[in-house]
């Protein structure tokens, strides 16, 4: 056993992995089913989690919401999302992705339809919490199933792709929803949506395998593309205190990115309702336009991620380099929004700053893999802890500074603070400083 912490370089040993060498590490092989898997559900899961914000304004009126109960409702999935990121990736470590996959799948699906059953402030809540519960530890534990599945520099594409897909997700709920409202009201949307995540946990059940050397279609090419621990499905003992310190600069930089995804999540649809007074129709295709620009943002990011460690050799370029710009350029395409009330502008602003702060989605997933690759789960439940709490303080500061300034200057201008503070502290992360290994040595 070995107690330093190793520093990761990859050379530049061949050409970006773009086109058609990218397609053949997935085509024909268990791998490209696996993602295809876990990008229904991202697609799924981000469904079930935005599907409320298109809703909300209909929940507001038919329960009787104020502004900042409305906040409160929203802000109730991330209470225990946020707080079951490491148990959930512990358990992920600990029980493997089959199983844990599987169990919270079931609990998200039918807290999702409970959503739609709800009576009030405190059910609405309960149902929004229970989701929290089931969905904390799905992206952790699907992290750790692609730090099983994945080759070191498919990573960053891996989680790109499969947030592509949950932003996908978000720009198709407005519309989905708004059809299941128009066709009966909003409860139906809940109902619908659980049925589908239910389904998607039964497959899993059945296709997925912890070690890839189980899949009774993996071929013994695929398994050779691997490492040795990822054909091993090695479990050591988690070094706590050096993780700790490897991934918190990642989550404070989650936590910034964090906040101003939940404002697109949770808000944006009633800002183009409040804001420029459109109707159902045209608030949902709107919101649809902006979150669609985070579907390239994802894939984009991914892909100049790898790319980069493939030509620099170096993690801490590649990973660094893309959050920065990915920030900063969310910030300046914010900052006009504040001054100018012009609809086809601020689309226009809100989509392109959606676009760069999704550059930055799948790096921020990708470093716990490059850290921790055999702790990923618990790496990246401890990474987007950030992310969970900035679900709990978002909305419901965003929707009281809306009560309180009686407008929506104020809380698009903390958020965009915030992606300037967030691209200063990626400047802390490096991505090529691994924990030790603390995998017991041979006897």
Known sequence: MTNQPKTVSIPPLRPPATGATLMESLRHRVRGKVLLLLCGMYFITY????????AAPFIKQDLGLTSTQLGLALAAFSIPYAFFQIFGGVLSDKFGPRIVLTVVGVVWALTTVCTGLSVGLVTLFAARLGLGFGEGAAFPTATNAMAKWLPTDRRAFGQGITHAFARIGNAIAPLVVAGLIAVYNWRLAFVVLGIISLMWAIVWAFYYRDRPADHPKITDTEL??????????????????????????????????????????????????????????????????VLI?????????????????????????ARRAVLVAGLLGSFVFIAPTLFV???????????????????????????????????????????????????????????????????????????????????????????????????????
């Open 224 to 289: 050779a593309e691997l490492t040795p621990d990822q054909r091993s499905d090695v479990r050591p003992p988690v070094p706590w205190k050096a993780l700790f310190a490897r991934i918190l600069p990642v989550t404070f930089v989650d936590f910034c990115y964090g906040w101003m995804l939940w404002v697109y999540l949770t808000w944006i649809p009633s800002f183009f309702h409040e804001s420029f007074g459109l109707d159902l129709a045209k608030f949902a295709a709107f919101s649809a336009l």
């Open 47 to 54: 469904m079930d989690r935005v599907s409320i914000s298109t």
């Open 341 to 443: 009330h012009n609809l086809v502008l601020t689309i226009v602003c809100l989509a392109a700053a959606f676009f760069l702060l999704e550059l930055t989605n799948p790096v921020l997933w990708a470093i716990p893999m490059d850290i921790a690759p055999n702790h990923a789960g618990t790496a990246g439940g401890l990474m987007n802890t950030g992310f969970g709490i900035a679900g709990i303080v978002s909305p419901i500061v965003f929707g009281l500074l809306i009560d309180v300034s009686g407008g929506w200057v104020m809380s698009f201008a903390l958020s965009a603070a915030l992606l300037l503070v967030g691209a200063l502290a990626s400047l802390l992360i490096n991505p090529a400083r691994q924990v030790p290994d603390t995998t017991p040595a041979a006897a």
């Open 293 to 317: 620009a985070g579907v390239f943002g994802d894939m984009a990011g991914g892909l100049i991620s790898d790319a980069l460690l493939r030509r620099t050799g170096s993690l801490k370029i």
